[in-house]
T-cell receptor
């Protein structure tokens, strides 16, 4: 079993839809959880950052962490064509250990 | 502007040659990382360094080497021992004890 599992998609939704992206993990020691957005042929950019459990909201984006279920989610409200990208979840045990990434979910938002 | 600069953006290598990818950061971050990205594979860790003159192997270090002589710089050499080097290489740096990593724009290496 891989440490971080993420459905690669592709996921295609109409403009304005609510998008739900998810990752599961097996390592209960993970405490830092991140979502990155990667456009084609570009480096990933940090989208959301959460320490331990709970929710975090930033504009149209909401990140949720459920450590009891080893499950994290990213919700995108009122999705836009500019949201079309690959979304990578990442996590680490401590602030000084390297991130472990999911394989990424490719999202297309159709106008 | 603060950030992470990778160069070159595109690199072509003949089989049997060593090539070095550059990564420079002016964010004053202590830790730096190299990841490799292949289609459908996500990001896989090659090497990382938490302080100058020290570095650790990641999950796929075979065929690669690094150095960390300065805090700002973490070059990656892809040696001829790397059997399948064609990939997108990403350099990152992170704030100590925060777990946040920021990425450069990547170098696409192609073996010709």
């Amino acid at each position: 079993q891989k440490e971080v599992e993420q459905d690669p998609g592709p996921l295609s939704v109409p403009e304005g839809a609510i998008v739900s992206l998810n990752c599961t993990y097996s390592n209960s020691a993970f405490q830092y959880f991140m979502w990155y957005r990667q456009y084609s042929r570009k480096g990933p950019e940090l989208l959301m950052y959460t320490y331990s459990s709970g929710n975090k909201e930033d504009g149209r984006f909401t990140a949720q962490v459920d450590k009891s279920s080893k499950y994290i989610s990213l919700f995108i409200r009122d999705s836009q064509p500019s949201d079309s990208a690959t979304y990578l979840c990442a996590m680490s045990e401590s602030g000084n250990t390297p991130l472990v990434f999911g394989k990424g979910t490719r999202l297309s938002v159709i106008a | 502007d603060g950030g992470i600069t990778q160069s070159p953006k595109y690199l072509f290598r003949k089989e049997g040659q060593n090539v070095t990818l550059s990564c420079e950061q002016n964010l004053n971050h202590d830790a730096m990382y190299w990841y490799r990205q292949d289609p459908g594979q996500g990001l896989r860790l090659i090497y990382y360094s938490q302080i100058v003159n020290d570095f650790q192997k990641g999950d796929i270090a075979e065929g690669y080497s690094v150095s960390r002589e300065k805090k700002e710089s973490f070059p990656l050499t892809v040696t001829s021992a790397q059997k399948n080097p064609t990939a997108f290489y990403l350099c990152a740096s992170s704030i100590e004890y925060r777990g946040l990593a920021f990425f450069g724009q990547g170098t696409r290496l192609t073996v010709v």
